[in-house]
């Protein structure tokens, strides 16, 4: 059973459960609009903030699917540095990831999602997928690199879907040096 309270660590991050008082560290770090040039939208206000969390932190009220959300938090002085997510359904995850633009060019959304796609492979999952914009280079780099493939289909928003191919080893990670 996925246990969406469980903290991952790496040497560098922290990837701890989402919790609604994260809302007034994290409207900074998701405030510059450069975030939204691929998935539309502007940067939350505190109040959208708190009522996303609260909601996430309730979950998707459906058994079938579990809604992982965490705040990815430098390990030396836990600021936050950005965001990752898994929606579980079954033996299938669909997962997310943004980490702000201050922080970007560091290769923390891969070490993030790769702790994230470790952890999820090792409790039982064996489907990954994502979703991305065609022109989000930075995010198709993080994809290749935590073992997902583009798959050819575009889903309903325009975003290309990516999804792991064979079975999952829970430690394929490609340690390229950007993103």
């Not at 836990?78 to 702000?100: E, K, P």
């Not at 702790?115 to 990954?128: N, S, Y």
């Amino acid at each position: 059973m996925i246990d969406p309270s469980a903290i991952i660590t790496t040497p560098r991050l922290v990837l701890h459960p989402i919790a609604v008082a994260d809302a007034v560290e994290m409207v900074e770090v998701l405030a510059d609009p450069v975030l939204y040039e691929f998935t539309g939208g502007e940067p939350p206000t505190l109040a959208d903030l708190e009522t996303r969390y609260a909601r996430q932190v309730e979950g998707s009220g459906r058994p079938e699917e579990i809604w992982c959300n965490w705040i990815a938090r430098r390990a030396v002085d836990r600021r936050a540095v950005g965001f990752v997510q898994a929606t579980v359904v079954d033996d299938a995850a669909d997962l997310a990831w943004l980490i702000g633009v201050r922080y970007q060019g560091q290769n923390l959304a891969s070490e993030a999602a790769q702790a994230m796609r470790t952890w999820l492979v090792g409790q039982g999952v064996d489907r990954l997928s994502a979703h991305i914009h065609p022109e989000h280079r930075a995010s198709q780099i993080v994809a290749a690199r935590i073992g997902l493939q583009e798959s050819g289909r575009i889903d309903d928003e325009g975003e290309a879907v990516w999804t792991s191919v064979g079975p999952l080893e829970p430690n394929r990670v490609d340690t390229g040096s950007s993103s």
